[in-house]
């Protein structure tokens, strides 16, 4: 009896056992069917997205452009992120993120099904909407080609895309993808950015306590932030950590140093305010020839021709020159003036340094790239250039007595006059550069023609429109400040011309250069000629307009410039590696008032940049063609006796001061 009703309880607990396993078997096997019905369902209903863009993923990328140091000047993006191949990051990096966010990612097909089931439970059980049991494929999935919204539909499809994906790329592809393009926090998406924003260092110099720490960010950026939550921060390290060493890719010992390992912020990197006029134009340049999503998104790097430390100087010597105009006005005066400055490398022209105005801030019209403004005197070394090249020598004698000209109009006439009011009468060439005579360049410009002097210019980098009548002697046509200085390379060179170059090189996101700098010779005036110009110009600065300019230890040369009523001001001079031109003026084309020169506005703000450049003393190097010789003054006539009218003179040794010169009986032929 005993017997039997053992033998029926078993039975009975063996029939309650197998019922039970016999539900819970067709639960999952329902559930599982239903699930399989519902994928097919999707795929065939619903519009699952192509995964064929995964193949050749190019996410929108961060431009950089960099000084002539190497160092971040500015990024451009619409999402900062800089795009390195696996290989690029240290080894640990992966490990970290596959042990934090998806441990069986090497296993798993793409999804790890019964992770996706135990969330789904989870979540029907809470009667909550989550994203638990996403694997790091399917998190490549959301992010590139579904929306971030939490429903049981995008989740399905997300596993679909998932599986399709661990099937046409391999897993270092997979983590590629997922390792870039991931949100980090702090507008930081992917590795390197990150590891740049909390770092201030790249991917690959990372240690594993920073791995750790990056590892931990994506669940919650903003949650595990180190910058607002630190407490939170150390706790989602020490879990990543102790992932690693549970799946064997670091020991616990190395979990525990990393652990302990102090952690160093790095700083926010700022664009540099004086640069950015400098940024501006390069950032135009890029837009201009490889269009607004290359520049914003194609992370491209660019590298600059700028010296940071020789812009923060430029940028002080104009604020500090436009103060001390300020202080020199007795009257009131509405508004202050602007001012700009360019400073090229003599020999290369590689601009070193740029100011576009008094404050970016307030403005951002560049007056140094965009604005066009008369030169006055300071265009005149073009005229006395393209005389010397034709049969003219420093001591050629031209009159400087009163002209009349005939005027635009029918029956006008033009009476150039010079900025003192006095005429000096016999004047050699030299002279009347140097003293900035403007009956003498008028009358000069009579005498070569127009044309030559057109042809000079553009071919020394002048690309503004120039006046075809005898005002372009005085600087009537308008310029900007970067095509003249740039001009002046050519005297500064021995006749070599140096088109401004503010780009050095320029790389795609994959390393592959698209431009480089590569300097081409062009010799568009003889280096005697040039030499001369230079000579004379000396002058200027020791004798003439430009005296303000005084006071380099090596030698210089240049020019000033005024224009009618004093609205603009300028002096662009050099040394043998230095070229720097400054302008000042009203934007509205207001007089800077009486007196206000290019030697007294411009020539000391020139001076006060150019004493701050780290130069070895040089001198302008003499052309084998030159010679130098005791000339008379007054009658531009070599003399032996090298008296006390005499001056000391260079000249080309085929343009001698004994040969006959052109005539100037002073009579005007119009």
């Keep these: 009896m005993a017997a039997g009703k053992k033998t029926n309880n078993r039975n009975r607990i063996w029939t309650w056992t197998h019922v039970h396993l016999s539900v ?95 969330a789904l439970l989870h979540n029907l059980r809470k009667g909550e909407k989550g994203q638990g049991g996403s694997t790091i494929t399917q998190q490549v999935a959301r992010a590139l080609l579904l929306s971030p919204e939490k429903t049981y539909t995008r989740k399905i499809k997300e596993a679909i895309l998932a599986y399709r994906i661990d099937k046409v790329l391999s897993k270092k592809e997979i983590l590629h993808i997922y390792l870039n393009q991931i949100y980090f926090g702090e507008g930081a998406y992917g590795v390197d950015a990150a590891a740049r924003v909390y770092f201030g260092k790249k991917a690959v110099d990372l240690n594993l306590a920073e791995i750790a720490i990056l590892a931990g960010l994506p669940q919650a950026p903003s949650r595990y932030s180190p910058f607002k939550h ?27 140093k990393a652990f302990a ?68 006005r007795s009257k009131k005066i509405s508004g202050l003036p602007q001012a700009a400055l360019v400073a090229m490398n003599a020999s290369t022209g590689e601009v070193r340094a740029l ?38 020598t420093p001591a050629s004698i031209i009159m400087d007595k009163p002209l009349v000209l005939t005027g635009s109009s029918p029956g006008s006439t033009w009476q150039p006059q010079n900025f003192d009011g006095r005429f000096t009468g016999p004047t050699t060439l030299e002279s009347a550069l140097i003293h900035s005579r403007n009956i003498v360049t008028v009358k000069l410009l009579q005498k070569i023609g127009i044309e030559p002097v057109r042809e000079l210019a553009r071919d020394m980098g002048v690309s503004s429109q120039l006046n075809k009548n005898l005002s372009l002697a005085l600087g009537s046509s308008e310029v900007t400040l970067l095509e003249l200085t740039g001009a002046y390379t050519t005297f500064a060179n021995l006749g070599q011309a140096s088109r401004p170059v503010f780009i050095t090189k320029i790389t795609d996101r994959n390393g592959n250069t698209l431009e480089s700098f590569k300097r081409k010779k062009r010799q568009v005036l003889d280096e005697e000629t040039a030499y001369l110009i230079t000579r004379i110009m000396q002058g200027v600065i020791e004798e003439g307009t430009g005296k303000s300019a005084r006071g380099l230890a ?117």
């Excluded at 102790?242 to 064997?248: D, F, L, Q, T, Y």
């Excluded at 007196?595 to 040089?618: H, R, S, Y």
């Design 355 to 392: 100011v576009g105005g008094t404050d970016f801030n307030k403005s951002q019209f560049d007056r140094a790239t965009q604005a066009r403004r008369q030169p006055g005197s300071a265009f005149k070394p073009i005229v006395y250039a393209a005389a010397l090249k034709d049969s003219f």
């Design 230 to 256: 630190f407490d939170l921060t150390k706790k989602r390290q020490a879990y990543v950590l102790n992932r690693m060493a549970e799946e064997g890719y670091i020991t616990a010992t190395m979990a525990r």
């Design 554 to 670: 090596q030698e210089a040369a240049g020019k000033t410039g005024t224009t009618d009523t004093y609205r603009d001001a300028w002096f662009i001079g050099y040394t043998p590696q230095m070229v720097c031109g400054v302008w000042m003026g009203f934007d509205k084309k207001l007089s800077l008032g009486n007196n206000e020169t290019g030697g007294l506005a411009c020539a000391p703000i020139w001076l006060d940049f150019m004493q701050k450049v780290p130069m070895q003393v040089q001198k302008f190097p003499v052309p084998e063609g030159i010679v130098f010789l005791p000339v008379d003054q007054q009658t531009g006539k070599f003399n032996p006796s090298n008296s006390d009218k005499s001056t000391w003179m260079a000249f080309s040794k085929e343009r001698m001061p004994w040969l006959e010169q052109p005539d100037d009986s002073g009579q005007n032929k119009e």
């Design 261 to 328: 390992h102090p952690l160093l912020w790095g700083a926010p990197v700022e664009t540099d305010d004086d640069s950015r006029y400098f940024v501006q134009y390069v950032k135009k340049y890029i837009q201009a020839k490889y269009g607004w999503e290359a520049l914003m998104t194609g992370g491209l790097t660019i590298e600059t021709t700028l010296d940071p430390n020789l812009q923060k100087s430029a940028t002080a010597a104009v604020k500090r020159g436009v103060a001390k105009w300020v202080v020199r």
């Design 24 to 118: 819970y078997l067709l639960t999952i096997t329902s559930l599982l069917t239903l699930f399989i019905g519902i994928v097919l369902f999707l795929f065939l209903a619903l519009n699952i997205p192509d995964i064929s863009s995964l193949a050749s993923y190019t996410p929108p990328a961060t431009t950089v452009i960099l000084d002539k140091n190497g160092r971040q000047l500015d990024t451009i993006f619409t999402q900062n992120r800089f795009v390195v191949p696996i290989d690029s990051m240290p080894k640990d990096l992966p490990l970290a993120f596959v042990a934090a966010e998806d441990a069986r990612f090497f296993q798993h097909p793409g999804v790890d099904a019964w992770s996706t089931l135990r």
